[in-house]
């Protein structure tokens, strides 16, 4: 597989009052993602950030009155929310299969290994410091068939080994500027 095809673009950053990236530099990184083959935008509610279309995206809830859901997949935020969360988005999961012919994916994002629980996800996002710190196997979930996110990628040597760890289907990248983003993808082409 194609390594930029496996690069989610972080959000929260994007759209926020302090310490954010201003639009017109989002829409400069977005551009750019997408002429160099970056598909992916991981979102929440809570960032405050409305993607454009052309991405697809990954959208974290808090409430299952949050009716913005991911065109990829949408996952509960924080473990904590399952129980209020959990069967709307297990509603959503079908009823996008009966309004579009597919089904969309759900899934949780995890802070801490014992989040993960038994319920059938398609999608864990988690903190690749678990893996490195050997708190969750990833050939664990695959082999459960779960598709796994990684994120705070923060050096370009962790970056490097999230996308040759042949568990990690996606790795979530934030971007405060174009030129990092562009260092970003000069390491990806170089793997």
């Not at 697809?56 to 409430?63: A, E, Q």
């Not at 509603?91 to 995890?110: A, D, H, Q, W």
């Not at 990628?153 to 996606?170: I, S, T």
């Not at 174009?178 to 970003?184: F, G, I, R």
Request: some cysteine; overall charge neutral.
């Amino acid at each position: 597989m194609d390594n930029i095809k496996r690069i989610i673009i972080g959000t929260a950053n994007f759209g926020q009052e302090y310490n954010g990236v201003r639009a017109k530099n989002v829409d400069r990184i977005l551009e750019y993602a997408m002429e160099s083959g970056i598909e992916y935008l991981d979102c929440a509610t809570a960032y405050n950030y409305t993607p454009p279309q052309g991405f697809w995206t990954i959208n974290k809830i808090t409430s299952p009155h949050q009716q913005r859901i991911g065109s990829y997949a949408t996952l509960i935020h924080h473990a904590k929310e399952i129980p209020v969360v959990w069967p709307v988005l297990w509603e959503l999961k079908f009823g996008t299969l009966k309004m579009s012919g597919k089904v969309m994916k759900i899934g949780l994002s995890i802070y801490e290994p014992e989040e993960i629980n038994c319920l059938p996800f398609d999608v864990i996002q988690l903190p690749y410091r678990l893996v490195l710190e050997n708190k969750i196997n990833l050939k664990d979930l695959k082999m459960r068939g779960i598709e796994v996110h990684v994120r705070k990628v923060f050096a370009d040597k962790c970056f490097e080994q999230a996308l040759k760890d042949p568990y990690v289907d996606k790795v979530i990248i934030g971007v405060d500027n174009l030129e990092q983003l562009k260092e970003n993808v000069k390491i990806v082409e170089k793997l």
